[in-house]
């Protein structure tokens, strides 16, 4: 078993982890959902693989290489549907490509969108890493189509981030993920222009 993380900055064409790299990325992942990457400290991480701290500098050698590698792995899911709607032609099935998994992911993963979104060591390192930056412009780039308006990027900015904040938000806590899911897609894709 093994996670994946896009192998270069512009390609979301993923190069796998070894099991060792890959267990501690997934027992990082876990407790930063539940503790935060402040609240998660090396040692935790280690224990909850079930090795020394020293295996885990082996590995990694900073906590930040771990929260990257994090990011890294959850922007690949959405690497295949990436490279989908940037070759699909009608930019209105591009952008119902890409909201449906965007939507997905961040439905499925609301704990994680909380932590993405507003810690402030995540929102750190991801404004100065560049493989992080050229996948947001790819995927800005499908929201906006050839509209490169101030509206167009508003419109794209206000989506996306209302798509995390709505899955995170305690009004929608008792939704189920299939609600939620609908509701969300319903309203971004009239929000963009999209299909309804």
């Known amino acids: 078993m093994h996670a994946e993380v896009p192998s270069t900055a512009g390609s979301s064409n993923p190069v796998p982890y070894g ?15 539940e503790q935060g990457i402040s609240g ?4 935790m ?45 009608d930019h209105v099935l591009a952008l119902d490509l890409l909201l449906t998994q965007v ?14 979104q507003h810690d402030p060591v995540v929102v750190r390192l991801l404004a100065e890493h560049a493989p992080f930056q050229q996948f947001m412009q790819r995927l800005f780039r499908i929201l906006t189509g050839d509209d490169a308006s101030p509206a167009a ?11 995390g ?7 929608v806590a008792g939704l189920d993920d299939d609600t939620l899911r609908s509701q969300l897609h319903r309203l ?9």
């Open 19 to 33: 099991a060792a790299k890959a267990r501690v990325v997934a027992a990082a992942l876990d407790l930063f959902t």
């Open 40 to 43: 998660t400290s090396l040692q």
């Open 45 to 89: 991480i280690a224990d909850a693989v079930g090795v020394t701290k020293a295996a885990v500098y082996h590995q990694f050698p900073t906590k930040e290489e771990i929260v990257v590698a994090t990011v890294e792995v959850e922007l690949a899911r959405l690497g295949p549907t990436l490279d989908a709607a940037e070759a699909e032609p």
């Open 103 to 116: 939507i997905d992911l961040a439905v499925g993963h609301r704990r994680m969108v909380v932590t993405l």
């Open 153 to 163: 990027r508003v419109r794209a900015a206000m989506v996306s981030t209302a798509i």
């Open 165 to 171: 904040g709505a899955v995170s938000h305690p009004l």
């Open 188 to 196: 971004a894709g009239t929000f963009l222009g999209g299909p309804d």
